[in-house]
């Protein structure tokens, strides 16, 4: 592999910085932004300016040149429609984050970010003479469009399901699967399961996800901070209570849900800890927890009438071994389950970047 590359991903109140080079990895940082500093913005998406003089101050503190940035490849904002892969990030897509069309995210920022960046490096190289041009990319957007009609399909018409789901790390660790098998990715018929703050199943089939849930709108197992699909009665009432807001019961949904919500932690090693110690009422949740995950599994199984190659389980939760198995034995029955722990983001964008490079993948425009 050849080219240099930069990774960027843009967190609440972090930004992780990547650099690759020749398909090497020279460092990984999480850059940590202070609550006092995140205080004066009234909202992330005025932190642009902030963060990019943070991330050009950071390379330069590593001996890193802006010339010697070939590509940068940015996770991937809330925008949809659009299928996985990898797209170049023209003005309409630019306009899509910067107006947040589906949602205020953090992540909306990291491809504005990336397009800075790019631009930055092309008047360092231009004023260095230097002809090629550098370009900002985005991969595996997680509301990826490629549900199976029957899929969208609600209860009712107003509310259509849809996806948001962990697509850049559940569609890298097929393609880890399938390396691992010596076999073409788009052969595989996987189940994957991103277990972290917030859960999402992804249904794979031929290279493209065909089902999965809105792990970032009320829909899905529970998660760490989540509380996944609840009873929709009960719901309305909280709504109509008059007890809160609008803004609050959201929050309850995502953000306060979950173990949050259970014991005021979004810590999963936490609950394990005070289970592990004698707690009932945190054994029982984890054992909820895990069913609820092996239960969203399972139904994406019938997708496919049961025809799974393999499940994978990943995620940062991922890492516990005990919880892990809590999941496989319930599901091991469908197809052979394999873990691969943690979120691999920043290895699968530059994954991305070097098949931009070499010419192995199509990259995509978004005209919405």
Known sequence: MSGRILALNTGSTTTKIAYYD?????????????????????????????????????????????????????????????????????ETLENALRFCDNGVHACNLCGLLACDIAVLVNDARKEAGITEVCRAYMADPPMADEMLPETKIGGIPEFPRRALCHALNSRAVVRHYAQSKNIAPRSVTAIVAHIGGGTSVTLHRDGRI??????????????????????????????????????????????????????????????????????DRARVFIEGFCLSIAK??????????????????????????????????????????????????????????YAVLSGETEIKHYYR
Request: hydrophobic letters at 40%; aromatic letters at 8%; a negative charge.
């Open 296 to 353: 969203y599994i399972a139904a994406l199984a019938a997708v496919v009438s049961g025809h799974v190659d393999v499940i994978i389980l990943t995620g940062g939760i991922a890492y516990n071994d005990a919880l892990m198995e809590k999941i496989s034995s319930r599901v091991s029955f469908i197809a052979p389950v394999e873990v691969y722990p943690g979120g691999n983001e920043m290895d699968s964008l530059a994954e991305n970047g």
């Open 210 to 279: 065909i089902d999965t849930n809105d792990a970032l709108g009320g829909d899905g197992p529970i998660s760490a901070e989540r509380a996944g699909t609840v009873p929709a009665f009960p719901l309305i009432e909280m709504c109509f209570s008059g007890k809160y807001t609008k803004d609050e019961i959201k929050k309850k949904l995502v953000g306060k849900g979950g173990a949050v919500a259970y014991f005021g932690t979004n810590d999963f090693r936490s609950v394990v800890a005070m289970a592990d110690e004698g707690d």
């Open 22 to 90: 020749s398909g090497r990895k020279i460092f990984e940082e999480n850059i940590f932004h202070s609550l006092d500093k995140l205080a004066r913005y009234h909202s992330v998406m005025d932190q642009g300016h902030m963060r990019l003089v943070t991330i050009t101050e950071f390379l330069l503190s590593k001996n890193i040149r802006l010339v010697d940035i070939d590509l940068v490849m940015a996770r991937s904002g809330l925008v949809s429609p659009m299928e996985t892969g990898v797209y170049e990030i023209n």
